[in-house]
């Protein structure tokens, strides 16, 4: 079956403009999330959805990072004012639902590019 | 503060042998564990997890060791090949609805 999608693949803007980068999860899983991955790191936790919900914010950077996520399947982050920091691969995963034990697959990410 | 780091940011093996990667956690409530692997360009796929209950784990070519005293995980690449080169990511978990803290990475080379 299909897998986590994510569109665009590259994105690359000049710094104060905003963009959205877009989620679709597998289908039927019901917790989706977001991670961050800075060239040659880890990945950091920004948000995870269960349903339409998000629990869990407390890894978004800033009030310029927002996400959200209608009718329990696509999720959208968009990012406000981008600043050269902001540049990484925006991973998104997502599983059964939320919490242990449940696999996060994930996509192939967003590679985001400020200028 | 929280943190899943890793000992070696990179190995490099031949082709056939062993291969072990480990993973340091500070959290001690962390009850549940993953490794990933990441090729170039794609994103992580889970290898094999572990819960905190249990100390050893196995798959195919792969085993999982926990060490809750030392706090201490590793993973096993057994006859290592070439389409095993990639990062390997470490990650725990500690029932915050599935959110996952990644260790930094360590990249895999195989040399055939």
């Known amino acids: 079956g299909a897998g986590v999608s994510q569109s665009p693949s590259n994105k690359v803007t000049e710094k104060g403009k905003d963009v959205e980068l877009r989620c679709d999860p597998i289908s039927g899983h019901t917790a989706l999330y977001w991670y961050r991955q800075s060239l040659g790191q880890g990945l950091e936790f920004l948000i995870y959805?269960?349903?339409?919900?998000?629990?869990?914010k407390s890894g978004l950077p800033s009030d310029r990072f927002s996400a959200e996520r209608t009718g329990g399947s696509v999720s959208t982050l968009t990012i406000q004012r981008t600043q050269q920091e902001d540049s990484a691969v925006y991973l998104c995963a997502s599983s059964w639902t939320s919490g242990m034990n449940n696999e996060q697959f994930f996509g192939p990410g967003t590679r985001l590019t400020v200028l | 503060g929280e943190s899943v780091g890793l000992h070696l940011p990179t190995l490099s093996v031949q082709e056939g042998d062993n291969s072990i990667i480990n993973c340091a956690y500070s959290?001690?409530?962390?009850?549940?564990f993953i490794w990933y692997k990441q090729e170039s360009g794609k994103g992580p796929q889970f290898i094999i997890d572990i819960r905190s209950n249990m100390d050893k784990r196995q798959g195919q070519r792969v085993t999982v060791l926990l060490n809750k005293t030392v706090k201490h995980l590793s993973l096993q690449i057994a006859a290592t090949q070439p389409g095993d080169s990639a990062v390997y990511f470490c990650?725990?978990?500690?029932?915050?609805?599935?959110?996952?803290?990644f260790g930094q990475g360590t990249e895999l080379s195989v040399k055939p």
């Open positions: 990650a725990e978990n500690y029932n915050q609805g599935g959110k996952l803290i």
């Open positions: 959805f269960q349903g339409n919900s998000a629990p869990d």
């Open positions: 959290n001690s409530a962390s009850d549940y």
